[in-house]
C-alpha cells in the first residue's frame, strides 16, 4: 500500500522535533512538515481547513465541536499545556490583588482563547471574579486590527468592546486606557513600563498551588486530523496518536540526558526534577484517560463562559481510534 502524503503543521517544540526531522514516523504516512506558529495554523485551520494533520486551538476546536461542523477529529496528543497565571497583566499602580479586577477594563486579543477560558476559570473558581465583573476590551496585540477567528454569541451580562481603532491592547494597557490585560503572550511594550507587571508577582508559587489544590495541568492545544481523511482512514487518528507519543518520549529522553543540556537555559536538571517531585513521571501526559478530569474542568467552564453552545464531554472531542491503546 502506499503511503499517504499529508501535510503536517506544528509549533517547533522538542516533544514535536522527532517528527519534524524524521526519526519518527506516522504509520503509512509521508509526511509534508511546516513548523509555524500557533496564530498562523489555528487561522488556516478553522477558516479554510489547509492542513491535513495539525496543531489546534482546544477552545476552538471545543466551539466547533459543539456546533457539529468542525472539520477536524481530535487525538488527545496536547502539544502545548502551561499554567496561565503568567497571561494576566495589570496596571500595578492600581491592580493590587485579583479581585481589584472587578468593574475594571481588560484587554484581550480574542475572547474565546484556550489561554484565556483557563485564566477566567481559575480567577472565577479562586478568587471570585466572574467574567460579568469585568469590561472586555478586543483588539490585537501588537496590530490594531485582529479578527475573531470564529465567531461566537456571549452571554448577556458579559460586555465586549472593540478596541478603539488604531489601537492595540498593549498601547492601551501602557497608555493606562484600561486596567488590565489577558493574552498567551505577554503586552508589547518596547523598553517596558513601570507600571505594568503580573497580576500574582510570583507565578510559579500561584501555579504549584492551583496543581496540589486541582492536580490539574491545563491543555492549550491539540491535535487534529481533517475528518474526511479520519473518514477514509479510520486508522490515521490512532497512528498520529502513536507517532506524537513516540516523539514526546524521544524529546524526554534528551531531556534526562544531563551529561550537556539540550535546552539553552540554566538549571534545567533542577526544574526537571522539581516538576517530577510536584506532578509525578509522566508530567505531561497525553491521551484521554489520564487527562480526563482536566478536560472536564475546561469544558465545564467553556460552556458556563458562554463559547460552547452545549456542554460537550471529553470522549466527544477525540476519534474514538485514540480513545485506548494496546499493552504489552
Known amino acids: 500500500m502506499a503511503k499517504l502524503k499529508l501535510s503536517l503543521a506544528v509549533g517547533p517544540y522538542d516533544r514535536t522535533r522527532a517528527l519534524i526531522d524524521g526519526s519518527v514516523q506516522i504509520d503509512g504516512v509521508t509526511p509534508a512538515c511546516m513548523t509555524l506558529s500557533p496564530e498562523e495554523i489555528f487561522f488556516r485551520a478553522f477558516r479554510r481547513a489547509e492542513f491535513d494533520i495539525c496543531e489546534l486551538s482546544l477552545s476552538s476546536f471545543t466551539v466547533k465541536t459543539a456546533q457539529g461542523n468542525c472539520p477536524y477529529v481530535g487525538v488527545p496528543a496536547f502539544v502545548s499545556r502551561a499554567f496561565r497565571h503568567t497571561s494576566i497583566y495589570v496596571r500595578t499602580d492600581r491592580i493590587k490583588k485579583p479581585a481589584d479586577l472587578k468593574g475594571k477594563r481588560v484587554g484581550l486579543p480574542e475572547y474565546q482563547l484556550t489561554a484565556n477560558v483557563w485564566a477566567r476559570a481559575f480567577l472565577q473558581d479562586d478568587f471570585g ?129 544531563t551529561s550537556a543540556t539540550k535546552v539553552t537555559l540554566p538549571f534545567v536538571e533542577e526544574r526537571l526534577q522539581e516538576a517530577r517531585e510536584l506532578m509525578g513521571a509522566d508530567f505531561w501526559s497525553y491521551g484521554l484517560a489520564a487527562n480526563h478530569k482536566t478536560l472536564e474542568k475546561f469544558l465545564s467552564h467553556h460552556h458556563a463562559q458562554g463559547l460552547s453552545s452545549r456542554l460537550v464531554k471529553p470522549e466527544e472531542l477525540f476519534h474514538p481510534g485514540t480513545h485506548e491503546a494496546f499493552k504489552l
Open 129 to 257: 471574579v466572574k467574567p460579568s465583573d469585568i469590561t472586555w476590551v478586543r483588539g490585537g496585540i501588537e496590530d490594531a486590527g485582529r479578527p475573531e477567528k470564529i465567531a461566537v454569541k456571549l452571554p448577556d451580562d458579559v460586555k465586549l468592546e472593540s478596541a478603539p481603532q488604531g489601537k492595540s491592547i498593549s498601547r492601551l494597557l501602557a497608555d493606562g486606557a484600561i486596567d488590565g490585560f489577558m493574552a498567551p503572550r505577554p503586552p508589547a511594550i518596547p523598553g517596558g513600563h513601570p507600571h505594568v507587571g503580573w497580576l500574582f508577582p510570583d507565578p510559579v508559587a500561584a501555579a504549584k498551588d492551583y496543581f496540589k489544590r486541582t492536580g490539574i495541568f491545563p491543555i492549550m492545544h491539540i491535535v487534529g486530523v481533517k475528518r474526511e481523511l479520519a473518514e477514509k482512514h479510520p486508522w490515521l487518528p490512532g497512528a498520529v496518536m502513536k507517532a506524537f507519543e513516540q516523539s514526546k518520549a524521544a524529546a524526554l529522553e534528551l531531556l534526562n540526558d
